[in-house]
């Protein structure tokens, strides 16, 4: 039986995460990110560009799923959580999450107005491994 905290061990080991947005025709759009920058919880963190699309379409529709997976030689794992997604430009949160080498894609530094964070609360998810799947409620 799987339970959160192994689930989020298992998220914190990852290098990359998908997360989905909802275009503004309705349809899901996925796109690979860096590992998330703090779990804190349900909250999952991640930076990007404020004028980023998917920035565009959290504001008009915060619905997200994010998905983690790691492949091994003869075993897969992923994880598929459900929630919401909320755009930061508050500057604590910025600043909270910021790395020094993001300056390579900030050049304003933390202040940047094309820096933000995405903060993901997951409300449920699904893992898979060896042909099963466990659903939880976080």
């Not at 915060?62 to 930061?88: D, H, L, P, T, W």
């Not at 820096?115 to 976080?138: M, N, P, Q, R, T």
Request: proline share 2%; charged share 30%; glycine share 6%.
């Amino acid at each position: 039986m799987i339970d959160k905290e192994h689930i989020f061990q298992f998220i914190t080991k990852q290098k990359t995460a998908f997360i989905a947005s909802v275009n503004e025709q309705g349809y899901p759009i996925i796109r690979a990110m860096l590992a998330p920058r703090k779990i804190d919880g349900n909250e999952i963190y991640f930076s990007t560009n404020t004028s980023s699309n998917k920035v565009k379409q959290y504001l008009a529709n915060n619905k997200a799923c994010i998905y983690f997976f790691k492949r091994g030689k003869v075993k897969y794992q992923g994880v598929s959580m459900i929630g919401e997604m909320k755009v930061c430009n508050d500057q604590t949160t910025k600043e909270e999450i910021w790395r020094f080498g993001d300056r390579i894609f900030y050049k304003q530094g933390v202040t940047d107005p094309d820096y933000c964070v995405l903060k993901f609360k997951g409300i449920s998810a699904e893992y898979y491994c060896d042909f099963k799947i466990e659903k939880i409620e976080l």
